[in-house]
């Protein structure tokens, strides 16, 4: 069913799919914008990349396919859509929700291989989303990114290398997660968390962390592991590469630098 009611903006009723298909549905109703409630899934599909992608009608999703694993871009742009099932959420769930800026309920993801952008732009998210308790070099890049009221943040599984921006304009955030030790890229991580008090222990083998917590204006206190001086290549001199504006219009928090000098 890859592409089936593509841009069949008009469409108002809801298919029926055969129970028993297995398949894909990418793209199947790309750009619907007409359409309100999706269908009942086959529990056979197992790809639904860009699925129901730019339906900005939606409110309603019934289920989701046991056997499914790509989630990408599945309702990215889905800005009517408020709830969807709590579980059974896993594998590539990049941009799954991104730009659902009315989506507000409990997301249970059991495994990813990808959170790029998931969340992105989710504004009415209050509700924590449960990650899974274990990853291998996962990437959650702006997984989070301007989920403005997103209060409380989830637990971050060990196993996650990159969080390039991913709680960057959460201004509701109070509290940081604790970070595993295999996260190597923070950068902007924190951008604008302006209700952020205490920073989290950043790992000592994080080497990119320049701009993490720009613009956190309630920050208070802060350690920051230290790594060796570089040289700049095209001036000579030392510096830290990376670590660049780390508290750029933040008033000066209680920080400790500790680790290599």
Not at 48 to 73: D, E, H, K, R, W
Not at 114 to 133: D, E, G, Q, V
Not at 202 to 213: A, D, G, L, T
Request: overall charge neutral; hydrophobic content about 30%.
């Amino acid at each position: 069913f890859d592409s089936t009611f593509q841009g069949c903006s008009s469409l108002t009723y809801t298919p029926i799919f055969p129970s028993n298909y297995t398949g894909t549905m990418k793209k199947c109703f790309y750009g619907c914008k007409s359409l309100t409630t999706a269908p009942v899934i086959p529990n056979g599909v197992n790809d639904m990349g860009g699925a129901f992608q730019g339906c900005t009608a939606l409110t309603t999703v019934p289920n989701i396919p046991s056997a499914c694993t790509n989630y990408n871009s599945t309702f990215y742009g889905c800005t009517s859509l408020v709830t969807v099932p709590s579980d059974g959420w896993k594998g590539n769930m990049g941009s799954t929700f991104n730009q659902c800026d009315k989506l507000n309920c409990q997301i249970n993801i059991e495994s990813a291989t990808n959170l790029h952008y998931t969340f992105y732009k989710c504004y009415a998210l209050a509700y924590t989303p449960s990650l899974p308790s274990k990853a291998t070099n996962l990437e959650m890049v702006s997984c989070f990114q301007n989920c403005s009221s997103l209060v409380t943040p989830p637990v971050i599984p060990e196993g996650v290398t990159n969080m390039n921006s991913t709680f960057n304009g959460c201004y509701k955030l109070t509290q940081a997660p604790t970070i595993p030790n295999s996260v190597t890229n923070m950068g902007y991580c924190f951008y604008d968390c302006t209700s952020l008090t205490t920073a989290p222990k950043i790992p000592s083998n994080c080497r990119v962390i320049n701009n993490i917590f720009h613009n956190c204006t309630s920050l208070k206190t802060a350690t920051i592991p230290l790594t060796k001086m570089g040289v700049n290549p095209n001036t000579g001199d030392n510096y830290l590469p990376y670590y660049q504006n780390v508290f750029f219009n933040t008033p000066t928090p209680d920080i400790t630098w500790e680790g290599e000098r």
